[in-house]
């Protein structure tokens, strides 16, 4: 019999790759290809911006029993990003307790919206890495990544001009640190190539700053004060 871990995460920015991944890891774990089951609870709030302990209560309500006709159950959360602090605290018992019939399956647009102790309790998967080591062709880079390029070329003004755009929602507003976090661990791997330690440093200060600022956005903290703080910060 295959083991299987407990708890899965799907982490990429599209959802359609992250759909892709969930359907092959699905015919994995049922053996079979397999859409409509009483077996697959769904945690889908496309509509809301946050996903609370109500909804997570829920899903862990319907995994209580035993599965209905397959050998295992599987709860699924999609937009996993949207899952407030308190939401993943209460997913923690279910995640350590879960049964070998019982597993969970989060799809996140990046695994660092997830708390630490929700990572590290499952096996991250990343459809984009295994598309490169096919030899796929990359794909596009998404606008909020084109804005970064020349992002603090820009006056303040301009600045908060984005900023305000970006903090619509906590989707948008996620999107947009991710993408200033890869910009600075590109930078961050850069200055360590060429042995730039001070510039090393600084990087390392400012990439604390964005994950306690993903932190507070996480936490449905005011966006656009969140950001705005963020960037004077990273300017300092």
């Not at 049922?30 to 769904?42: A, N, Q, T, Y």
């Not at 070329?153 to 906590?170: A, V």
């Not at 994950?211 to 963020?230: D, F, G, P, V, Y």
């Amino acid at each position: 019999m295959v083991e299987f871990r407990m708890t899965y995460i799907i982490a990429h920015k599209k959802e359609l790759l992250q759909k892709q991944e969930l359907k092959r890891l699905l015919i994995q774990l049922f053996g079979k290809e397999i859409s409509d089951s009483p077996d697959i609870h769904l945690l889908n709030p496309e509509d809301k911006n946050s996903i609370g302990i109500e909804e997570v209560k829920e899903l862990q309500q319907s995994m209580r029993f035993k599965p209905f006709q397959e050998e295992i159950q599987v709860g699924i959360i999609l937009n996993a990003q949207k899952l407030t602090h308190q939401a993943q605290n209460s997913m923690l018992k279910s995640l350590e307790d879960s049964s070998e019939t019982s597993i969970y399956i989060l799809c996140v647009d990046n695994e660092k919206n997830l708390l630490p102790t929700i990572r590290s309790r499952g096996v991250i998967l990343y459809p984009k890495r295994r598309e490169e080591k096919e030899g796929n062709i990359p794909e596009d880079k998404s606008d909020v990544e084109n804005v970064m390029g020349t992002f603090f070329e820009l006056s303040s003004i301009e600045q908060f001009d984005i900023i305000e755009k970006y903090s619509e929602n906590k989707e948008h507003s996620l999107a947009f640190i991710n993408a200033l976090e890869e910009a600075l661990r590109e930078q961050l791997e850069l200055d360590i190539k060429n042995g730039n330690i001070d510039s090393s440093q600084r990087n390392l200060e400012f990439l604390k700053v964005v994950e306690r600022s993903r932190e507070k956005i996480s936490s449905n903290c005011n966006r656009k004060l969140t950001l705005e703080a963020m960037i004077m910060q990273l300017k300092t």
